[in-house]
Structure formats: structure tokens, C-alpha cells
């Protein structure tokens, strides 16, 4: 019983003594995490690549008008050559084909060009996002920012009139991510002004 307690106290003892020559472990105090925020659809807006790309889809959507409007008018004129000859005659048969067909074709042609709209102003979204994303990442990088987070633009509450409903004002401040920040920590003006530099780069090297 004698022993037992000796080595228990022997134990006891050798433990405060380590506990008491062992070194503080070296307290590293965690990094703080910098924080950043962008307004994406500003930073869309001031795009000169987006400029540029929307310029195209005009320009595109420019020549289906065209093609839609002389595909009008040769229906019409089609139309009133029908008007004038004799109704279930061989020849009015065969211009009623003829007016059928074309008709057929500018609601097929006009249902091709919305689609190819709709698909290129997507792909041209999609496009543009990866690229703000790929900025951000960089812009952030170079600033030794840790998250950027999504700034909405601010609200225009000032468009409210008597018609605007309690509830679409509640929507738009429900919405919003960001309530406040520093002004320093917005990378909008660098996300854009680095994107843009890099684009009238790449279209000067053309």
C-alpha cells in the first residue's frame, strides 16, 4: 500500500514538472479574413466588351428584320396577285400554294431567327460572367483579398409612386445581400478597369 502511493505521488509530481519545464506552445493567432464586394451588374454595364457583343446582337438582329420585312412584302405582293384571278381556277390554286408556303416560311424563319437570338444573347451572358468571375478572382488576388461577396446596385426607391405596392418595396430590400460596407472595400471601379484594359489589349494584338 506503501509503494502504491509513493508511485502514485511519484507520478503526480513528475507530471507537474513536465508541465511546468514544457515550452508555451506558440499561439498563431489566425489571419483575419478579408472581405471585398463587387456590384455585378455595374460591373456588366461598364463592360467594353459587353458593348461590343451587344453591338453585334443588334447588328444581327438588324439583318432578321430586314430579311423578315422583305419576306412581308413578298407575301403581300404574292396576297394581291391572288386577288385578282379567278377563285378555284388552275392558277388560283397554284398561286394560293404559293401564298400558303410563303406564309409558312416567314413564321418558321422568324421562330429560327428569335431562337438564334435568345441562344446568342445567352451564350454572350454566360460569356461574359465567366469573365467578370475570372477578373474578380485576379483583381482579388492581386488586392490579398480572401471572399468577394455579390453587391446588388442600390435601389431607386425614389420611382415609387402611389401605385407601387408595400410589398414590391419589401421585396427589394429582402433581396439585397450586402446592407453596408466601407467604400474601400468595393473592387467594382477594379474589377472593370482591369477586364477592360485586358480586352482593348487583346483587340489591339488583332
Do not use: C
Not at 188 to 197: C, R, S
Request: hydrophobic share 45%; aromatic share 6%; no cysteine.
Amino acid at each position: 500500500m506503501q509503494f502504491t502511493v509513493r508511485r502514485a505521488a511519484f507520478a503526480v509530481a513528475a507530471a507537474a514538472f513536465m508541465f511546468v519545464a514544457a515550452p508555451d506552445a506558440p499561439a498563431h493567432a489566425a489571419a483575419p479574413t478579408r472581405v471585398a464586394v463587387v456590384d455585378v451588374q455595374r460591373a456588366f454595364n461598364d463592360l467594353e466588351e459587353k458593348a461590343e457583343l451587344e453591338a453585334q446582337l443588334r447588328s444581327l438582329a438588324t439583318e432578321f428584320e430586314s430579311d423578315r420585312q422583305q419576306r412581308v412584302k413578298t407575301l403581300r405582293e404574292a396576297e394581291a396577285d391572288l386577288e385578282i384571278l379567278v377563285r378555284d381556277s388552275p392558277a388560283y390554286r397554284q398561286q394560293l400554294a404559293k401564298v400558303e408556303r410563303l406564309a409558312i416560311e416567314l413564321r418558321v424563319t422568324q421562330n429560327h431567327h428569335v431562337q438564334r437570338l435568345n441562344r446568342r444573347r445567352a451564350v454572350q451572358t454566360e460569356h461574359l460572367y465567366r469573365r467578370l468571375l475570372d477578373g474578380i478572382g485576379q483583381v482579388a488576388e492581386t488586392s490579398d483579398v480572401d471572399l468577394v461577396l455579390f453587391k446588388e446596385s442600390t435601389p431607386d426607391f425614389t420611382r415609387a409612386d402611389a401605385q407601387t405596392k408595400p410589398e414590391q418595396i419589401a421585396a427589394l430590400i429582402q433581396v439585397r445581400k450586402v446592407l453596408w460596407h466601407r467604400d474601400a472595400l468595393d473592387l467594382t471601379d477594379a474589377v472593370v478597369n482591369h477586364l477592360n484594359a485586358r480586352y482593348r489589349a487583346v483587340e489591339q494584338d488583332r
